[in-house]
């Protein structure tokens, strides 16, 4: 029987005790919308120092957290993020995953079904949705000819058990997808392992069934942290930085027939903390019912399109 759902401050816990399940167990114990009641993870030292730091219950086995909880963040190694997610909602639960949504297209369409089935939320974790300039890109965003993006980090062992492409380069991917609002026509894409067994540069051309191309470009392999997005449509250009959270817009007309004039706006925002967002509206999305800003449909189009990139590289068909 499903678990009744509560009305305010849904009882969340945190799966993983690692490097992101912390940020979220952190995230969740500060949020005004969410009662943290755990952390789970079968390392008993990392998750019982977790679990010390913000008072709550330790848990080494997620299954025991069954029935207790409205729902859980998961946050470990993308291989579980299938099975765990899955038990949690067949429980009951909602459930906020990290990205990659899953390893395959199938284990992702299945999470969505079984959520559709329980009426459940399921939420992918891309955070840049959250970032206050992609609010204001919309409201000017008219029909786009011309996205690049470009996302580069300095190289971190942690996340290499995955490429650029599902470590990095997937969140501008949702972007894109979210802002051209258009099917996929073609995808090509380069890629180059230097520091690990995996890529850790990649360059994506995505080509848009409404005639809109997008080039990505990712780098876990760069001597500092850069995050731009830019948007070309007819009469004006945008141009975002993700990290500084800043927008500007370049309006251009043609003056007596012959030269372009140039006017625009610009505008900055306070250093947001995205990860606190998406926290703050998966458990208001548990209280309220509501959609979430992120759905597991928008989180299995990600990874198809991550997918079908990874196949370019070799040359290969997909194995969705």
Not at 123 to 135: D, K, M, S, T, Y
Request: proline share 4%; hydrophobic share 40%; glycine share 8%.
């Amino acid at each position: 029987m499903e678990q009744q759902k509560q009305a305010n401050k849904p009882r969340i816990a945190v799966i993983g005790s690692g490097y992101f399940g912390s940020l979220h167990a952190r995230k969740f114990s500060q949020s005004p919308h969410a009662e943290l009641v755990g952390v789970c993870d079968p390392n008993s030292d990392s998750v019982g120092r977790l679990a010390k730091e913000l008072g709550v219950q330790a848990y080494s086995d997620h299954r025991d957290l069954m029935g207790k909880v409205d729902g859980v963040s998961v946050a470990v190694p993308t291989r579980f993020h299938y099975s765990i997610g899955r038990d949690f909602l067949d429980s009951g639960a909602d459930v906020l995953v990290e990205k990659p949504m899953c390893q395959s297209l199938g284990e992702a369409q299945d999470l969505i079904d079984l959520a559709e089935k329980k009426k459940s939320v399921l939420q992918v974790g891309h955070l840049e949705r959250f970032n206050p300039a992609i609010g204001v890109l919309r409201e000017h965003l008219k029909q786009p000819r011309f996205i690049e993006c470009e996302r580069m980090a300095p190289f971190k062992k942690r996340g290499t058990d995955v490429n650029v492409v599902l470590d990095m380069m997937i969140h501008d991917i949702d972007l894109v997808l979210h802002l051209a609002d258009s099917p996929i026509k073609s995808i090509e894409a380069v890629g180059y392992p230097l520091m690990s067994d995996e890529e850790d540069m990649a360059k994506a051309w995505i080509v848009f069934e409404s005639g809109c191309l997008a080039t990505i470009t990712a780098s876990r392999v760069s001597p500092k942290i850069d995050r731009v997005m830019k948007v070309y449509q007819a009469g004006s250009y945008m141009t975002l930085d993700l990290g500084a959270n800043s927008f500007v817009k370049t309006d251009q007309r043609l003056r007596g027939g012959e030269e372009l004039e140039w006017s625009g706006i610009e505008k900055s925002f306070p250093k947001t903390d995205n990860l606190q967002l998406e926290a703050d509206s998966f458990a208001q999305s548990i209280a309220t019912r509501a959609a979430p800003v992120v759905s597991g449909m928008d989180g299995l189009r990600a990874l198809e399109a991550s997918l079908k990139i990874n196949a370019s590289f070799s040359g290969m068909t997909a194995v969705l």
